[in-house]
Nanobody, 120 residues
């Protein structure tokens, strides 16, 4: 299983970014996919998840600003982030699991290397 994130970078507050996660090595469409983030000195937190039926869940801190989506034909996961705030600054990780599809990091089995988002 390989997950490769891209799309991070610096952005001004109020701006937008779209993260992508290219997946390979497993049956992508069958798995739950999620985005997590970790800021320095903080625990990794769930941002958004999407299951095999495209049912989504979001953390309260991003609800209404972020949108998770998946393209099964391209084996790619996306996170559209709008109205970014300085507190969104973190390393963002893509992850996958065939277990429970929630916002808990411990339920996810495979992880990408992350992409940095910095909001100023």
């Amino acid at each position: 299983v390989q997950l490769v994130e891209s799309g991070g970078g610096p952005v001004q507050a109020g701006g937008s970014l779209r993260l992508s996660c290219a997946a390979s090595g497993y049956t992508y469409s069958s798995n739950c996919m999620g985005w997590f983030r970790q800021a320095p000195g903080k625990e990794r937190e769930g941002v958004a998840t999407i299951d095999s039926e495209d049912i989504t869940s979001y953390s309260d801190s991003v609800k209404g600003r972020f949108t998770i989506s998946r393209d099964n034909a391209k084996n790619t996961l996306y996170l559209q982030m709008n109205n970014l705030k300085p507190e969104d600054t973190a390393m963002y990780y893509c992850a996958t699991t065939r277990r429970r599809c929630g916002l808990g990091a411990s339920d996810f089995d495979y992880w990408g290397q992350g992409t940095q988002v910095t909001v100023s």
